[in-house]
Antibody, heavy 120, light 105 residues
Framework: DVQLLESGGGLVKPGGSLRLSCAASGFTFSDYSINWVRQAPGRGLEWVSSISTSSRYIYYADSVKGRFTLARDNAKNSLYLQMTSLRANDTALYYC?????????????WGQGTLVTVSS | SYEVTQSLSVSVAPGQTARIACGGNNIGGKNVHWYQQKPGQAPILVIYRDVNRPSGIPERFSGSNSGNSATLTISNAQVGDEADYYCQLWDNNWVFGGGTKLTVL
């Protein structure tokens, strides 16, 4: 099956750290830029970070810059989001998302998400 | 940073046409993508690059973009189209609109 499968979510205290993973299958992972998009409970979509095919370009939303680090391992078809200094407002469902291959064509595949809860 | 605005909600009767707007300064000069998200599900792409439908998306879904507004149009709206709809564009980073809840009743 063609899919993205997130893992690593959970409950963490404010100031703590968590590492999310995204495992890709059914397509050539190294051909696609990948993103994380999050959605706080009852709220809209918020783009978090993106990484290009060879990891040359990595972008972060201002809300996570300096706290989150995105990396990928094309040999393992995997993506990793290291989250540090977590805050209550980082609580959200985190989606791993594939960018369409041909430039600015949106996000054509979404995982089911992994829930991160930041609470004391 | 680029600001994108969407109305909170749109309501239409079954069979009518729903129009969901996405506003932004000269948004017509950017590529706008649209997502549908039903409760408890991940979003899916329904329109990309303003007017294009991915395979599997019904022809009832169409898009347009000019000036300061992009629009997602759903013709012959059905109860199954009830969902939150988000616009998205690239402006140095990816930007999502706040989402519009479509009610069909």
């Amino acid at each position: 099956d063609v899919q993205l499968l997130e893992s690593g979510g959970g409950l963490v205290k404010p100031g703590g750290s968590l590492r999310l993973s995204c495992a890709a299958s059914g397509f050539t992972f190294s051909d696609y830029s990948i993103n994380w998009v999050r959605q706080a409970p009852g709220r809209g979509l918020e783009w978090v970070s993106s990484i290009s095919t060879s990891s040359r370009y990595i972008y972060y939303a201002d809300s996570v810059k300096g706290r989150f680090t995105l990396a990928r391992d094309n040999a393992k078809n995997s993506l990793y989001l290291q989250m540090t200094s977590l805050r209550a407002n980082d609580t959200a469902l985190y989606y791993c998302v594939r960018e369409a291959k041909d430039g600015d064509d949106g996000f054509d595949m979404w995982g089911q998400g992994t829930l991160v809860t930041v609470s004391s | 940073s680029y600001e994108v605005t969407q109305s909170l909600s749109v309501s239409v009767a079954p069979g009518q046409t729903a129009r969901i707007a996405c506003g932004g300064n000269n948004i017509g000069g950017k590529n706008v993508h649209w997502y549908q998200q039903k409760p408890g599900q991940a979003p899916i792409l329904v329109i990309y690059r303003d007017v294009n439908r991915p395979s599997g998306i019904p022809e009832r879904f169409s898009g347009s973009n000019s000036g300061n507004s992009a629009t997602l149009t759903i013709s012959n709206a059905q109860v199954g189209d009830e969902a939150d709809y988000y616009c998205q564009l690239w402006d140095n980073n990816w930007v999502f609109g706040g989402g519009t809840k479509l009610t069909v009743l």
